[in-house]
């Protein structure tokens, strides 16, 4: 089984910057997939980006330029830089980790951009 934890949204002003914490734990494959989807009210959850265990990155147009995501594969963690923020980026944040045919999300955390 696998858990993961996810930390560091809340309120911040409009061109304001956070950064989210995703820590997994439990049966982690070596290769692997982490990355983050969000799911503001009444839409869809949509992918905001994802990393894999060799570094390679995916962004969502809406976030290209702004948000960077990186991991620690030794403490199994990524993170998401997000800077310029907008009040269309406030939504409920969910850590995903793909292995094999295995898919797990984090309980989400709360990201509101508004003066």
């Known amino acids: 089984q696998v858990q993961l934890v996810e930390s560091g949204g809340g309120l911040v002003q409009p061109g304001g910057s956070l950064r989210l914490s995703c820590a997994a734990s439990?049966?982690?494959?070596?290769?692997?997939?982490m990355g983050w989807y969000r799911q503001a009210p009444g839409k869809q959850r949509e992918l905001v980006a994802h990393?894999?265990?060799?570094?390679?990155?995916t962004y969502s147009d809406s976030v290209k330029g702004r948000f960077t995501i990186s991991r620690d594969n030794a403490k199994n963690t990524i993170y998401l830089q997000m800077n310029s923020l907008k009040p269309e980026d406030t939504a409920v944040y969910y850590c995903?980790?793909?292995?094999?045919?295995?898919?797990?999300w984090g309980q989400g955390t709360q990201v509101t951009v508004s003066s």
């Open positions: 990393i894999s265990s060799g570094g390679t990155t």
């Open positions: 995903n980790l793909l292995q094999w045919r295995w898919d797990y």
């Open positions: 439990g049966s982690i494959f070596s290769s692997n997939v």
